[in-house]
């Protein structure tokens, strides 16, 4: 079976630190990765998506960058984070072949800003 | 208009009764349903996952889309305490795999 795994579950960083929150899917191949933000009462806002290695679509322009250098690790970074990048970061995935299959999440990191 | 609605609630109700929770959705082109429930702290579970109109039965729970009205329902019946957590309905298109369109959650807590 396929399970989604993803680190560390929470983490607190002073602004202005680097960002690196990891995804790695397992029992499956060429998946589609997604990255969300969740935040209380706003639901969940995606910030990218990826269909292959290499391949990052980003939907909401901010500091945070995604890369996938395999097929099924998802990478979120940041360069240097702001105060607003606090929040419950989910990483999901679907099966690349197959349209409408639903998403599924990881446990999520929490971060806090400080 | 957002593409899908969801009352936050929070939803209160005491154990054993029947819980509805409801989103309404802007474009009929939308055909994939979901149903997830998140614990505190923890990532969307998916629940039910549905593509017609209809009625969907797994267990204690119900998911039902009504095409017509744009509007998808999910019943728990003889609701438990371990029921309480956040509900998020989500919507799909059919020609793409990456428009997901979520629901706000509502917040259920079911009392002993």
């Known amino acids: 079976s396929q399970t989604i795994h993803q680190w560390p579950a929470t983490l607190v960083q002073p602004v202005g630190s680097p960002l690196s929150l990891e995804c790695t899917v397992e029992g499956t191949s060429n998946p589609n990765l997604y990255w969300y933000r969740q935040a209380a009462g706003r639901g969940l806002q995606l910030l990218f998506y990826s269909v292959g290695i290499g391949q990052i679509s980003s939907e909401v322009p901010q500091n945070l960058s995604a890369s996938r250098p395999q097929d099924r690790q998802f990478i979120l970074s940041s360069k240097k984070l702001l105060l607003s990048d606090s929040g419950f970061y989910l990483c999901?995935?679907?099966?690349?072949?197959?349209?409408?299959?639903?998403?599924?999440f990881g446990d999520g990191t929490r971060l806090s800003i400080l | 208009q957002k593409e899908v609605e969801q009352d936050p609630g929070p939803l209160s109700v005491p154990e054993g009764a029947i819980v509805s929770l409801n989103c309404t959705y802007s474009n009929s082109a939308f055909q994939y349903f979901m149903w997830y429930r998140q614990y505190s702290r923890k990532g969307p579970e998916l629940l039910m996952y549905?593509?017609?109109?209809g009625n969907k039965e797994d267990g204690r729970f119900t998911a039902q889309v009504d095409k017509s009205s744009k509007y998808i329902s999910l019943f728990i019946r003889d609701s438990q305490p371990s029921d309480s957590a956040t509900y998020l309905c989500?919507?799909?298109?059919?020609?793409?795999?990456?428009?997901?369109?979520f629901g706000t959650g509502t917040s259920l807590t079911v009392i002993p």
């Open positions: 989500a919507i799909s298109l059919p020609h793409t795999g990456n428009q997901f369109y």
């Open positions: 999901a995935w679907t099966p690349g072949q197959g349209r409408g299959q639903p998403q599924h």
């Open positions: 549905t593509y017609s109109s």
